[in-house]
């Protein structure tokens, strides 16, 4: 950040914290659309490659437009937090073409044949196909436990010395469970494991997960940090510079899970609005749980806002505010959920998250339909369940559209 002073505010970080300079004093970073850049001579050329020059060479390699998401990123993931001499935390961003592009990057450089990742049961489905699909046939294991119960991860950390990385998604889908990330990351430290974080549902507006000592954290940046549903991305932030620099920076280069200028300019132009959209899918999130939770037709909610929710304290402890993703069934079960979701007027039937409009929809038969019935069960969900990404509209219209449908159902 090359600011005259320390800013003091998220917005301000969003707004202003990428110190790229603009040719021809264009306001706004422009959409850099070049797969490759100019050499004036040999000789720059090589200084380019021998890093002495830090200019460009080759998209895949990095560009301008992403350097400003990137820039901005690493500035709100590390916003008020100091290292461990004492000094403002300074992390390293790689913008990805999606989440699952930056996970890649994220495994395969920092696992090898023989290596074992612990996770969560409870997990996004793109990451479990990953580790159990690609990661598994390279020889990398996957070792799943419920780590909210913290002795689970401990007697799995003391019963596998293959285990090299501990990957937590929190919250996580679609029942909103929370695992307790400075509980977790201490017991991995105690054994010099490298940890990740997914913070994808609650941005670093929510949740700073190194301020707890993890080594990466993680972004599916189509979700809030876009905010719009205008572009599919990912981002991989590390603490270990030198590591960033150097091997992960290779791994996604070599992996070519490069994003694209006109992706990242959508993304820097989303995240500028952060701060205030969280505001409101947060209020509105609270307050539509609220609603539900009261609602004659309703089951239950699974909410980490809600007191009733078995990770509430976890929320507290760890996130400025629940979020705004929730999941609840109907006392109707499959065939009211169904009748419910297709009543909707104004909320959307979609999957994704964090868009500026209210997301539904039907896990058992949408995002979770290729696994095996028992195995959703395993994962909370249920038939009837029904998936909610709650929006920025007026929460009387909100209201109002589910109300409607639930007298349909
Ligand atoms: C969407 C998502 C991903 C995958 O990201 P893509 O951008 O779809 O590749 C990973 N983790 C979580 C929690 C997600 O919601």
Redesign the pocket.
């Known amino acids: 950040m090359n600011k005259k002073f320390p800013l003091t505010g998220i917005s301000s970080v969003a707004i202003h914290a990428s110190g790229h300079e603009n040719a021809d004093y264009s306001h706004l970073t422009p959409i850099y659309a070049s797969s490759t850049f100019t050499f004036d001579s040999a000789q720059q050329g090589s200084d380019r490659f021998a890093g002495a020059d830090k200019t460009r060479i080759y998209s895949r390699w990095g560009n301008p437009t992403f350097t400003v998401a990137e820039e901005i990123i690493a500035a709100l993931e590390s916003f008020g937090i100091q290292d461990e001499s004492g000094n403002p935390l300074r992390v390293k961003a790689l913008l990805?073409?999606?989440?699952?592009?930056?996970?890649t990057t994220l495994f395969f450089s920092t696992l090898k044949a023989g290596d074992t990742v612990l996770t969560h049961f409870s997990?996004?489905g793109?990451?479990q196909e990953l580790l159990q699909k690609v990661l598994g046939d390279t020889g990398v294991k996957t070792t799943i436990v419920d780590m909210r119960n913290l002795n689970l991860v401990e007697e799995a950390l003391k019963n596998d010395p293959s285990i090299k990385l501990v990957h937590i998604?929190t919250p996580?889908?679609p029942t909103i469970q929370c695992v307790d990330i400075d509980a977790v990351t201490k017991l991995a430290k105690q054994r010099n494991l490298l940890v990740s974080v997914?913070n994808?549902?609650a941005t670093p507006y929510l949740q700073q997960p190194f301020k707890y000592g993890v080594d990466f954290v993680?972004?599916?940046?189509?979700?809030f940090l876009n905010g719009h549903g205008t572009a599919?991305?990912?981002v991989l932030l590390g603490k270990d510079l030198e590591f960033m620099r150097t091997r992960v920076w290779k791994w996604h280069a070599l992996l070519g899970g490069n994003s694209n200028p006109f992706d990242a300019f959508l993304l820097t132009q989303g995240i500028k609005t952060l701060e205030i959209r969280m505001d409101r899918h947060c209020s509105n999130a609270m307050k539509v749980a609220e609603y539900l939770a009261g609602h004659h037709a309703i089951a239950h909610v699974n909410y980490n806002g809600l007191p009733s929710h078995p990770d509430f304290a976890v929320t507290q402890k760890q996130m400025k505010h629940p979020g705004a993703l929730m999941s609840y069934e109907l006392k109707g079960g499959l065939d009211a959920g169904r009748r419910f979701i297709d009543a909707l007027q104004m909320c959307v039937r979609a999957v994704?998250?964090?868009t500026l409009d209210t997301l539904v929809s039907h896990p058992a038969t949408m995002s979770h339909f290729g696994l095996k019935p028992e195995e959703r069960l395993q994962y909370g969900i249920t038939d009837g369940l029904i998936r909610m990404s709650v929006g920025i509209e007026n929460i009387e219209d909100l209201i109002a559209d589910l109300d409607q449908a639930l007298q349909k159902a």
């Open positions: 990805h073409a999606s989440g699952q592009a930056a996970m997990l996004y793109g990451t998604e996580a889908n997914d994808t549902f993680f972004h599916s940046t189509t979700k599919i991305g990912g994704s998250l964090g």
